[in-house]
T-cell receptor, first 113, second 111 residues
Framework: EAQVTQNPRYLITVTGKKLTVTCSQNMNHEYMSWYRQDPGLGLRQIYYSMNVEVTDKGDVPEGYKVSRKEKRNFPLILESPSPNQTSLYFC????????????FGPGTRLTVL | QKEVEQNSGPLSVPEGAIASLNCTYSDRGSQSFFWYRQYSGKSPELIMFIYSNGDKEDGRFTAQLNKASQYVSLLIRDSQPSDSATYLCAVNYRGSNNLFFGTGTRLTVIP
């Protein structure tokens, strides 16, 4: 089954404790993104990657890191989480920049205390 | 600043009626337009995309694009209670690597 998976689905952590949210897709998509979704603000892009070893900042990159060592995986890293990073996070993938039918993972609900 | 505007709703329609959802965007350089449906607590699900001016129909859904007026709409015919969700409009701008999303319109279909 073609899909985007994320883990964990739910996470409660404390300020400053490094965490990683994994994302994997099995569709051989080149383009992957991370979004956060907050009430009243909609979906905002954090980082994106156009291919292996190619990543760039989206609209709200502060406090986040990503890596793209393999085509299928695009982990999101919070080196020192803060309460304002409490949010619902989605990973997404699509074939490439020009084919914009984008598929989302199930989401990770993160709470930073 | 690229902006995508949607009325947040809630929009309530009776079962069997036509639901009309609207979206405006700020940049004339936009080239592709998407409608996503998002159930509460779930991820967005792509239901329609449209690239050219005019109408595009898929089952009970019709997307309408008017680039001159910079709006895109989604019509849902014969609305069902299962259509109750938040509908997100997304726009891709020429030369951009990002999809810009509106904040969504919450639709409730009343049985």
């Amino acid at each position: 089954e073609a899909q985007v998976t994320q883990n964990p689905r739910y996470l409660i952590t404390v300020t400053g404790k490094k965490l990683t949210v994994t994302c994997s897709q099995n569709m051989n998509h080149e383009y992957m993104s991370w979004y956060r979704q907050d009430p009243g603000l909609g979906l905002r892009q954090i980082y994106y990657s156009m291919n292996v070893e190619v990543t760039d900042k989206g609209d709200v990159p502060e406090g986040y890191k990503v890596s793209r060592k393999e085509k299928r995986n695009f982990p999101l890293i919070l080196e020192s989480p803060s309460p304002n990073q409490t949010s619902l996070y989605f990973c997404a993938s699509r074939w490439d920049r020009d084919r914009n039918e984008q598929f989302f993972g199930p989401g990770t609900r993160l709470t930073v205390l | 600043q690229k902006e995508v505007e949607q009325n947040s709703g809630p929009l309530s329609v009776p079962e069997g009626a036509i639901a009309s959802l609207n979206c405006t965007y700020s940049d004339r350089g936009s080239q592709s337009f998407f409608w996503y449906r998002q159930y509460s607590g779930k991820s967005p699900e792509l239901i329609m995309f449209i690239y050219s001016n005019g109408d595009k129909e898929d089952g009970r859904f019709t997307a309408q694009l008017n680039k001159a007026s910079q709006y895109v709409s989604l019509l849902i015919r014969d609305s069902q209670p299962s259509d109750s969700a938040t509908y997100l409009c997304a726009v891709n701008y020429r030369g951009s690597n990002n999809l810009f999303f509106g904040t969504g319109t919450r639709l409730t279909v009343i049985p």
